[in-house]
C-alpha cells in the first residue's frame, strides 16, 4: 500500500506532465505569434506553478529550471528580450530538459540541466544590464556559456547544430487519469448490482454444501476487493475543500470589521468525494457563523486579554466508518441564557421545559428554523436561516452535529460524516415478517429485554441500559402513527406493550442520535451486513421513516430505516401528547 509521499508524488507528476504539454504546446503557438501578450502571460504563470510544487516536494532541477524559465517569460512579457530564432532553440532545449527531469523522478535516472540553466540566466542578466542592446545580447550568449559552463558534455548537448528534437525525445504519459465523476458513480452503481447478485448466488448455494461454499469464496472476495476498489478512488482529500475557506474567512472578517485567522488541521484526511460536496455549502455557514456570532470585536479582545487576530481552527480526522470534522473558535462562546429567552419567546420550549434542559439540548435549539440569537441583521447573519439547513443537509446523509462551549473562551462544533455515502454496514432485523435494515452509524449495542424490565412512564416505556434511563418503544407502534403526528390517545407508545405476555424476551437495538438514545423494539435480529444503499424512488419517495432500500441475497427488497426521523418523529410525538414531562429521551 502506498504511503502519502507516494501518492504526493503521484499528484505532482501528473500536474507536471500537464504543465510541461501545456508549455510545449505554448510555445509552439507563441512561435508562429510571435506578438501574443496572452500567450506570454499564461507560460509565465505555468512556469510560476510548476516552480512553487517543485519546490514543495523538495525537486530542485525542476524548480531551478521552472525558475530560470519564469524569469525569461518576464523579460520577454517586459519587452527587454526580443523573440528570435535562437532564443527559441534555447527555449525549447530548457523545456526537453524540464521534461527530462520530470521523467527522471518516476525512472531514478540523472538529468543533468546545468548548462542550459546558465545559458538562460546569462540571458537574462544581459537583458536586465543593456535593455536596449538585445540582439547583441543573442548573438553573444553562445560564447558567454562557453567560459562559465564547465560541464563540456553538456554545452556540447546543448550546441546550436542539434536540432530540438534530436535529444532522443519520446512522448511520455502520466501515470494518472482523471476521469469524470459521473463515470465513477455508474462504477460504483454496477459494482453494487454485483454485489447483490453475488450475495444472490450465494444464498441459493447455502444447501450445497462445503465444496459450493469453497467455489464461491473467491467471486465473494473478489467482487469485494472491486467494491473497495472502486470507493478508494472516489476517496478525496478534506483539504481539497478546505483550502478554499481562506478566502470564505476573509470576506466574512471583512464585512464584520474584525480580524480572523484560520487554522487547517488533518487535511490529508480522505472522504467520499460526494460526502464533501453535499457539506460543503454547510461548511461554509458554519465558518461564517462563527466570525459573525463567536469572534468578538477586536477592542473587545483587548479588553479579555486576548490576542487582537480571532482564530477559527478547522479539522479532520479518520474514525472507524466516519470522518469527523470539527470547527471551533477562540471567541466568546455561547450564552446560554440568551439562547433559553429567545427559544422561549419564540415558543420552542415553554419556560418549564427550559429549566430542566442542559447547556447540549439548549446548544441544538440553535437550529431550530427561525432560530437567532442577534437582535439585528448584519450581512452574514441575524436572519434565522441557515444553521436549520445545515442540521438537514447532514441528516440526509446520515451525519451527526454535536456543539460544545465555554464562556469566553469559544465553542466547538463537530460533525461526524460517514466515510461513504454508497455502501453502508448495517444492522439487519424483522419486523411482521418484513426484512428492514438500520445502518450501523446509529446503533449503540443490541440487548435482550424481557418486558419486566421495561417500565411505563407518562405516554411511553422506560428500560434501564449501562446504568442510565433510556426511552424505549416498539417500531411497530410507531409505523402506525399518522404521519401528520396528530391524532391517537396519550399512551401512543404503550399499544404493543400491552398485548404481550409478561415474560416475553423482548429483542431490542439501541440507537443513538443528536445525543437522544432510544431502544427500538424489533420482532427478531438477524445479521450484521453491507448494503448498497439505493435512493427511494416515486411515487415513494417521500416515506419519511424510510431513507432507501437494497436487494437482498433471497431478491427481497429490503427498507432502510431513517434513524434521523424516526427519534424526531418519536420526540415531537411524545412532547405534543404533554408526555415529556416523564417521558424524556435522553
Request: charged share 25%; with cysteine; proline share 2%.
Amino acid at each position: 500500500m502506498k504511503n502519502k509521499e507516494d501518492e504526493y508524488e503521484e499528484i505532482f507528476l501528473a500536474e507536471a506532465m500537464d504543465n510541461f504539454e501545456e508549455i510545449n504546446r505554448l510555445l509552439t503557438h507563441l512561435e508562429r505569434n510571435k506578438s501574443d501578450k496572452n500567450t506570454i502571460h499564461a507560460l509565465f504563470r505555468i512556469t510560476h506553478t510548476l516552480k512553487g510544487n517543485a519546490s514543495g516536494m523538495g525537486f530542485t532541477g525542476i524548480y531551478e529550471i521552472a525558475h530560470v524559465l519564469e524569469d525569461l517569460f518576464g523579460e520577454v512579457r517586459d519587452g527587454r528580450i526580443a523573440l528570435d530564432e535562437n532564443l527559441f532553440t534555447s527555449m525549447y532545449k530548457a523545456v526537453d530538459i524540464l521534461g527530462g527531469l520530470i521523467n527522471g523522478i518516476k525512472d531514478k535516472t540523472e538529468v543533468k540541466y546545468k548548462g542550459i540553466k546558465t545559458k538562460l540566466e546569462v540571458l537574462i542578466k544581459r537583458a536586465k544590464e543593456r535593455t536596449a542592446e538585445v540582439q547583441y545580447v543573442e548573438g553573444n550568449a553562445n560564447n558567454a556559456f562557453t567560459q562559465e559552463s564547465p560541464e563540456s558534455d553538456e554545452a556540447s548537448f546543448l550546441s546550436d547544430e542539434a536540432a530540438p528534437g534530436e535529444s532522443d525525445s519520446k512522448i511520455s504519459f502520466s501515470d494518472l487519469v482523471q476521469v469524470p465523476v459521473r463515470k465513477l458513480d455508474n462504477l460504483l452503481n454496477l459494482v453494487g448490482e454485483l454485489i447483490i447478485e453475488k450475495d444472490r448466488i450465494l444464498a441459493s448455494q447455502a444447501g450445497s454444501g462445503l465444496r459450493a461454499s469453497n467455489e464461491y469464496a473467491r467471486l465473494s472476495r473478489i467482487s469485494s476487493d472491486l467494491q473497495y476498489s472502486v470507493m478508494d478512488v472516489r476517496l478525496v482529500q478534506v483539504g481539497f475543500l478546505f483550502n478554499k475557506f481562506h478566502r470564505v474567512v476573509r470576506d466574512a472578517a471583512s464585512v464584520e470589521g474584525k480580524d480572523v485567522v484560520l487554522k487547517l488541521e488533518g487535511t490529508d484526511t480522505e472522504i467520499d468525494r460526494n460526502v464533501l460536496q453535499v457539506i460543503s455549502d454547510s461548511l461554509i455557514h458554519l465558518i461564517r457563523n462563527c466570525v459573525g456570532h463567536g469572534i468578538e470585536e477586536p477592542e473587545e479582545r483587548l479588553k479579555r486579554n486576548k490576542p487582537k487576530d480571532g482564530v477559527i481552527t478547522l479539522s479532520a480526522r479518520s474514525e472507524t466508518d466516519a470522518v469527523r470534522i470539527e470547527i471551533s473558535d477562540d471567541g466568546r462562546g455561547l450564552n446560554y441564557q440568551r439562547i433559553k429567552a429567545k427559544a422561549i419567546s419564540k415558543g420552542l420550549i415553554t419556560a418549564e421545559d427550559a429549566e430542566k434542559l442542559g447547556n447540549s439540548d439548549l446548544s441544538m435549539l440553535i437550529f431550530e428554523p427561525g432560530f437567532s440569537t442577534m437582535d439585528e441583521v448584519t450581512a452574514i447573519s441575524g436572519r434565522g436561516v441557515g444553521m436549520d439547513v445545515v442540521k438537514k443537509t447532514l441528516d440526509s446523509i446520515g451525519g451527526t452535529i454535536r456543539l460544545a462551549s465555554t464562556d469566553g473562551k469559544g465553542a466547538v462544533i463537530q460533525l461526524t460524516l460517514p466515510s461513504s455515502m454508497a455502501v453502508k454496514s448495517s444492522l439487519l432485523f424483522e419486523l411482521k415478517h418484513e426484512v428492514y435494515a438500520i445502518p450501523l452509524a446509529y446503533t449503540e449495542s443490541v440487548i435482550s429485554l424481557y418486558k419486566t424490565d421495561i417500565h411505563k412512564a407518562g405516554g411511553g416505556l422506560v428500560a434501564t441500559h449501562l446504568g442510565k434511563n433510556i426511552a424505549v418503544v416498539f417500531l411497530n407502534d410507531v409505523f402506525e402513527q399518522p404521519a401528520e403526528k396528530s391524532g391517537g390517545n396519550a399512551n401512543v407508545f404503550q399499544a404493543t406493550f400491552d398485548d404481550i405476555h409478561p415474560e416475553t424476551k423482548l429483542e431490542i437495538v439501541v440507537v443513538n442520535f443528536n445525543n437522544r438514545t432510544v431502544g427500538i423494539v424489533v420482532d427478531k435480529l438477524l445479521q450484521q451486513k453491507e448494503i448498497v444503499e439505493k435512493p427511494l424512488m416515486k411515487p415513494v419517495d417521500r416515506i419519511k421513516f424510510i431513507s432507501g432500500f437494497t436487494i437482498l441475497g433471497s431478491g427481497n427488497v429490503c427498507l432502510v430505516l431513517n434513524v434521523p426521523y424516526v427519534l424526531n418523529f418519536i420526540f415531537s410525538l411524545s412532547t405534543q401528547h404533554k408526555s415529556s414531562k416523564n417521558f424524556n429521551l435522553n
